[in-house]
């Protein structure tokens, strides 16, 4: 099977087309698609009505799925527990409000962030199937944090060089007014410290890694300089020329690279529903600095 792929922004993000999800991949596709893949860090493939078995299965083609660590929130499916939920259905159909626990979670992915950076060993990357698509925002937009370490002001770079910045699951509690985890939950994952440079592994080029919803610390300096700092550099990154806003479409499957690229959703109108389906590929190694 060839693929076709087409860019969809000069910085990164292409279609994929060519590729069934719901069929098994011979391995020169998946050679392609992870080629395509590490040349433009978000792949869109289009019209994968899928169901989540097929979804794990595929995911399974570039790593082994993550299984969500918390679970009193019901962000991960009962029926298939390498599914999380980013979902404002719940599971007898009921629309959920903003302020229930879980919603008030899963809005700190309104800020930039890359999935499962509080673990010890960080996620590759996730895949996101658009189930039903809000009409209102809910547009997902990513930036390349290669070119964003490329072009850092020379002030900026010299704060991240040869630094490692913290990143905990328990800030999401203090961010958004999520009940805080359990004592197990937070004894499961407490807070690792990451270089804010790193190489990638596959390209081997180096890009920024920071997060606005993980990152309580920084190597060096106080709570506020350290806030400051994750502000500044977010706001440099966050920079029309550097991003790639994807409006979805019912049935798209994403595929993004959490090594180099951070993203965030826009915000929705709470009365539409929306329900998409993650799967989340576990990392094999720690972060390297660069
Ligand atoms: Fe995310």
Redesign the pocket.
């Known amino acids: 099977m060839t693929i076709t792929v087409i860019p969809r922004h000069p910085a990164l993000g292409a279609e994929v087309r060519g590729v069934d999800m719901r069929r098994p991949m011979d391995s020169a596709t998946r050679q392609a698609v992870v080629d395509a893949w590490t040349k433009h860090l978000v792949l869109v493939f289009p019209e994968q009505e899928v169901t989540d078995q097929q979804h794990v299965a595929f995911t399974r083609n570039f790593g082994e799925p993550e299984i969500f660590h918390q679970t009193s929130l019901s962000l991960r499916s009962d029926r298939v527990r390498e599914i999380f939920l980013v979902s404002n259905v719940d599971d007898n159909d009921r629309l959920m409000k903003p302020s229930e626990p879980s919603q008030k979670q899963l809005s700190s992915?309104r800020q930039w962030?890359t999935?499962s950076s509080y673990r010890p060993t960080p996620s590759i990357g996730s895949l996101l199937h658009g189930i039903e698509i809000s009409r209102t925002g809910g547009i997902t937009q990513f930036i390349n944090m290669y070119k964003v370490y490329e072009d850092l002001p020379e002030s900026l770079r010299r704060q991240v060089e040869g630094r490692r910045a913290r990143h905990d699951f328990g800030m999401l509690h203090r961010i958004t007014g999520a009940p805080p985890a359990s004592p197990e939950e937070q004894a499961a994952m407490p807070p690792v410290w990451h270089p804010m440079v790193r190489r990638h592994p596959a390209s081997g080029r180096k890009s920024l890694y920071i997060s606005s919803i993980y990152n309580d610390a920084v190597e060096g300096l106080d709570d506020g300089a350290a806030q400051r700092l994750i502000e500044e550099l977010s706001a440099f990154a966050a920079q029309p020329h550097y991003m790639y806003r994807h409006v979805w479409e019912p049935h798209d499957v994403l595929m993004w690279d959490n090594r180099c690229t951070v993203?965030a959703v826009t915000p929705h109108d709470p009365e539409e529903r929306r329900v998409m389906h993650r799967t989340t590929i576990v990392g094999t190694e720690p972060v390297v600095a660069a």
């Open positions: 992915s962030h999935d993203h």
